[in-house]
Structures are given as C-alpha cells and as structure tokens.
C-alpha cells in the first residue's frame, strides 16, 4: 500500500504520520509499524525527527548531520551576515521537509550556541555570529 504509493507519486517527499496510515488503511498501530520498518529495511524510507517518515529516493544524497547543523549551514549558503534576519520556522520547515516544532528546536540549540539571536512567536530571527567550519562539525 505505502510502497505502491511512493512509486505512483515521485513528488511524495514525507510519508503520512502512523496516526493518518491507521485510518486511511484500518490497520492496527502494529501493522503500521511494521510496514514503516519494511520500507527502512528496503531502503525506501528513514525516520525523521518528530515522528515522520522521509522517503528516499534512488540517486538521493540525505545529510546524515544533525539538523541544527544543517540550518547553521544556511548561514554562509544564503551568504547571510551578523544582524541580518534568518529565515522563519515555516520557511525552513518547508525546505527541510520537517515539522515546524521540528525546526523551533534545532533554532533553539542554535539560539544556546549563540549562532542565532532573538526568536520567539513573532519575533525574527537573526544571526549573532557565522559559524566556522570547526564550529559546525
């Protein structure tokens, strides 16, 4: 059922959470699990931090890297300097393809290490400081 519609659908980045899967499929938690576990197993989905499901797809690179680390790397990516605005929660968590709490807590750790500045609801983002390669890894 999953894998069929990974295949039918190649813009299908996220599989459904196991909440949505239990319902749509009348299955028990169970048999949900162990479908997700057959397609990790198969190598055509990964867990993703909140709960979620990433497909991945033949040829795809993943970054194995935390995804605080991964957002510092926005940084120099978009050539962005000390005091500018970063990008918001929702932005980030449609070009990561996370959950914005997802997100909210990787700015947070980027907040603690002083990377990031402000935040908060309604409050912008900015960049206290760029971080170094050493920094990052």
Do not use: C, N, Y
């Not at 519609?5 to 239990?22: N, T, Y």
């Not at 194995?64 to 926005?74: G, S, V």
């Not at 309604?122 to 971080?131: I, L």
């Amino acid at each position: 059922m999953l894998k069929t519609r990974i295949e039918a659908d190649p813009e299908l980045a996220e599989l459904p959470s196991l909440a949505e899967i239990m319902r749509d499929h009348m299955v028990s938690r169970g048999v949900a699990r162990r479908a997700f576990a057959v397609l990790k197993q198969e190598g055509v989905a990964e867990p993703i931090p909140g709960g979620r499901w990433r497909i991945v797809r033949s040829g795809q690179r993943v970054d194995p890297r935390p995804l605080d680390q991964r957002l510092a790397d926005i940084i120099r990516a978009d050539g962005l300097e000390v005091g500018q605005p970063f990008p918001s929660a929702s932005v980030l968590a449609e070009r990561f393809g996370v959950s914005r709490p997802t997100i909210t807590k990787a700015l947070g750790r980027l907040e603690t290490s002083g990377v990031l500045a402000g935040g908060g609801q309604g409050r912008v983002r900015t960049v206290r400081a760029v971080p170094t390669r050493e920094e990052r890894s």
